[in-house]
C-alpha cells in the first residue's frame, strides 16, 4: 500500500515556476516507480513525467521537455515537479502516481501501470 499526497500547486503567471511535492507513506516507495500526471478541464488525463525507483532514468512529455524536471528523495519518501517556463496551456490538476508492478521496467507513461494516485493539486497559469 502506498498513500500519495500531493502539494505545491497555486496560480502563477506565465512564465514563473512552481514546485510540486507528493509525499508518499509505506513501507515500498523506494521501490516505486513514480509518474506525475495532468488533467485539464474537459480534457482527458496526460502523462507528464515519470521517474525509475533509484531516481536514475526519467521521462518526460514533449510538451514540458526542457521546462519540468521530475526529481525523488527516497530517504525522505518525496518525489518533486520542479516546473519552470509555465505556459497557460499547463494549467490542470497535478496527479502524483506510484506503480509498485514495475517489475521489467523502469518508467512507463501508461496510467494504468500506476496503482495508487494522489488527489491531486491544482496548477492555474495565467497569461
Known amino acids: 500500500q502506498v498513500q500519495l499526497v500531493e502539494s505545491g500547486g497555486g496560480l502563477v503567471q506565465a512564465g514563473g515556476s512552481l514546485r510540486l511535492s507528493c509525499a508518499a507513506s509505506?513501507?515500498?516507495?523506494?521501490?516505486?516507480?513514480m509518474g506525475w500526471f495532468r488533467q485539464a478541464p474537459g480534457k482527458e488525463r496526460e502523462f507528464v513525467a515519470a521517474?525509475?525507483?533509484?531516481?536514475?532514468?526519467?521521462d518526460y512529455a514533449d510538451s514540458v521537455k526542457g521546462r519540468f524536471t521530475v526529481s525523488r528523495d527516497n530517504g525522505k519518501n518525496t518525489v518533486h515537479l520542479q516546473m519552470g517556463s509555465l505556459k497557460p496551456e499547463d494549467t490542470a490538476v497535478y496527479y502524483c502516481?506510484?506503480?509498485?508492478?514495475?517489475?521489467?521496467?523502469?518508467?512507463?507513461?501508461?496510467?494504468?501501470?500506476?496503482?495508487?494516485w494522489g488527489q491531486g493539486t491544482q496548477v492555474t497559469v495565467s497569461s
Open positions: 521517474i525509475s525507483w533509484r531516481g536514475g532514468i526519467t
Open positions: 509505506g513501507r515500498t516507495f523506494s521501490s516505486c516507480t
Open positions: 502516481a506510484a506503480a509498485t508492478n514495475n517489475s521489467g521496467w523502469y518508467v512507463s507513461r501508461l496510467g494504468r501501470n500506476y496503482g495508487y
